[in-house]
């Protein structure tokens, strides 16, 4: 079960998609049930079930469906597919993941991606929560981030399985030409919450010690302005490339002499910063509760600050004019993300499903 718009760029999207297929290479029957816009493509395995729309949340933008008409179909589908296992991501979040496991009388696991310092929200609806909480047979959660934000108002077990990367697909990437000089990559959603307005600031400052130096932004959003109010000379050095598919994905980020994910907070994960450490690029991020489950500072990558592009410049140039320490978080990242790889991850969700089963027989 995905709570949001399957036609939509996001992180859980991903994540399900992926863990999906992997599923079904093992030998399983799956089936998705996702909101998604009436042009979305029909895939195999998939059924949309309700219309997105979009809900801030978290600083950033839910594609939810909230509609309590696709409740029906959400039942019908599940009957009709019959699961050993229903598996709800984000399951508080008003949308198809609530409706299934209400609709549901089999063995729940629930997958909680979610992370924020605080929520009013979750706060306010924790005791309406609680009755579909005990309704989970297992509880997962992406980090030791996202687990402590709904440990801290519900009672109960949640054991931390990360979020999986197809490693061998950006280790073995062939690099995308980028052009001439060297390169530091940004992929995200072009928003305050990703930072890369901190990130252009940064460029700016350590552009003038790096003349070969290029920025190159993979993403789409509303801060896609932020490069404007460069000088001439510094914004010519920057590739605005919007949105790349998944398959061109792997090669871009080969290509790259470093990655910095400056994200403001919020984060409960860093599956790009894996992504980036698997393709053996550079790692400097925000020093934040979900990046800091991923890079170890000095170790695999570089934390700096959030918010403060003087602190970013700093660890960009240090990296950049450091070979021997470029090499060592190179392979220090490479080493990293294997535990990330699905291969791992979905032993671990398989484990979940057959420790759901058996308590419900229990």
């Given amino acids: 079960m995905c709570p949001y718009a399957w036609d939509a760029p996001g992180g859980v999207q991903s994540h399900v998609r992926q863990l999906a297929a992997t599923l079904m290479g093992r030998g399983h029957d799956v089936l998705v049930l996702a909101p998604a ?5 029909a895939e195999e395995g998939v059924r949309f079930v309700g219309r997105p729309v979009r809900v801030p949340f978290n600083g950033s933008i839910a594609p939810i469906s909230p509609d309590p008409s696709a409740r029906w179909r959400i039942r019908g589908e599940i009957d009709r597919f019959r699961p050993d296992v229903l598996h709800a991501h984000e399951p508080f979040a008003p949308s198809v993941s ?29 005791p309406v929560l609680r009755p579909l909480w005990d309704r989970l047979d297992v509880r997962l959660a992406v980090s030791e981030a996202a687990a402590s934000f709904v440990a ?8 931390v399985v990360p979020n999986g990367v197809d490693v061998g697909r950006f280790a073995n990437a062939e690099p ?38 290029r920025l190159v932004v993979v993403g789409e959003g509303a801060e896609h302005h932020a490069v404007d109010g460069l000088a001439p000379a510094v914004r010519g050095r920057t590739d605005m490339r919007g949105f790349v598919p998944e398959a061109d994905k792997p090669g871009v980020f080969a290509a790259a002499d470093a990655f910095m994910a ?19 690029v550079p790692v400097v991020a925000s020093d934040i509760p979900g990046y800091r489950g991923v890079v170890t500072d000095g170790g695999n990558g570089l934390l700096v600050p ?28 490479r ?20 420790d759901a089963v058996q308590r419900r027989r229990r």
Avoid: C, N
Avoid at 119 to 126: I, P
Avoid at 318 to 326: I, K
């Fill in 37 to 41: 816009g009436s042009s979305a493509p």
């Fill in 98 to 126: 609530m409706a299934a496991v209400l609709a549901t009388t089999g063995p729940v696991v629930a997958t909680f991606h979610a992370f924020a310092d605080r929520s009013r929200t979750l706060a306010a609806f924790a």
């Fill in 152 to 159: 801290a108002r519900f009672r109960g077990d949640v054991r």
């Fill in 176 to 213: 995308a030409d980028l052009g001439p000089g060297s390169h530091v990559l940004f992929a995200g959603r072009l928003e305050p919450r990703k930072g890369f307005g901190t990130a252009v600031a940064a460029f700016e400052l350590v552009s003038g010690d790096l003349p070969d130096l």
């Fill in 262 to 280: 400056p994200a403001t907070g919020g984060e409960s994960f860093g599956i790009v910063l894996v992504e980036a450490m698997a393709a053996g």
């Fill in 306 to 333: 959030p918010e403060d592009p003087v602190a970013l410049a700093e660890a960009l140039r240090r990296l950049l004019q450091d070979p021997e320490l470029a090499s060592r978080l190179r392979e220090g990242g």
């Fill in 335 to 354: 080493a990293a993300a294997g535990r990330f790889d699905w291969s791992a991850v979905t032993d671990q969700v398989e484990a979940a499903y057959g």
